[in-house]
């Protein structure tokens, strides 16, 4: 079978002071993937709430640590994948482990005090969440907006 | 990727302007220059956001915690300048209803 996406990983320390710098990173996948300024923009609020999840509840009490974002880019929408565990990972095994999620039951750890998912939920197309030793969210955004309601995963704008 | 903010004491509010960004690695910036103005709890607070070129949910949390705090000494909180994308998010939270977000300039 072969492979219709590009796939760039990077690996960063789970410190606050990297959440620009990750957002940077995005703007340049993203810019030459040709999306748009609003599509940029949403992903850019999206990673940073992945990324500061991960940096306020995985590594606690000053433990050093590493964040994995993932970008694979396919002609028609990237996937952007941000996973705490630091090690690198296997996009297609991770793509299969992770499934759609109850809303209401195993992302609760997500949720508490904050808006962080739920800006995820309404600012990106399709949004997984894995939770193991680890938590892994992965986050679509589709090039052409009008294959958004095509699959009906959108979640709009209340 | 940093924020500057500037405070000014003027007669009935403080004046605050926010240049940059305002994340999690900016947030305590925001929340210490806050901090003296909500415990003494006599002013109400126009925050600036027209030089504010990315905010998330760590800002509107705080933006949610100064207009508590404001509203027990019935204080109130204005936001102005915001850009359309900063404005959208104020909006999608559902947190436009209950703050005074208004485009104008400083008055």
Do not use: C
């Not at chain 2, 007669?11 to 909500?38: C, N, R, V, W």
């Amino acid at each position: 079978m072969s492979v219709n996406y590009d796939y760039v990983e990077m690996k960063f320390p789970a410190s606050a002071e990297y959440v620009g710098l990750i957002r940077l990173t995005l703007s340049g996948v993203f810019s030459r993937a040709g999306a748009s300024y609003d599509q940029i923009e949403d992903s850019k609020i999206a990673v940073s709430e992945a990324v500061t999840n991960a940096v306020k509840h995985a590594y606690k009490d000053g433990e050093q640590g590493d964040i994995t974002i993932g970008f694979a880019i396919y002609p028609e929408k990237i996937e952007i994948v941000v996973s705490d565990k630091g090690k690198s990972f296997n996009y297609e095994e991770v793509r299969e482990d992770l499934g759609p999620y109850d809303k209401d039951e195993n992302v609760d750890f997500l949720r508490e005090g904050g808006l962080g998912l739920f800006l995820i939920e309404a600012l990106m197309d399709e949004v997984f969440v894995k939770k193991d030793s680890g938590v892994t969210i992965s986050m679509t955004k589709y090039m052409d907006e009008s294959q958004v309601h095509a699959d009906g995963e959108s979640i709009t704008n209340g | 990727m940093n924020l500057t903010i500037m405070t000014e004491k003027r007669d009935s509010h403080y004046f605050m302007t926010l240049d940059g960004e305002l994340d999690l690695y900016t947030a305590s910036k925001f929340q210490e220059a806050l901090e003296p103005i909500k415990s003494e709890g006599t002013h109400d607070i126009k925050i600036d956001l027209s030089k504010l070129s990315y905010m998330d949910s760590t800002g509107l949390g705080i933006f949610v915690g100064t207009l508590k705090s404001l509203g027990k000494n019935n204080n109130e909180l204005y936001v102005i300048g915001a850009s359309e994308r900063i404005e959208r998010l104020f909006e999608i939270t559902g947190l436009k209803d209950l703050m005074n977000i208004t485009k104008g300039d400083e008055s």
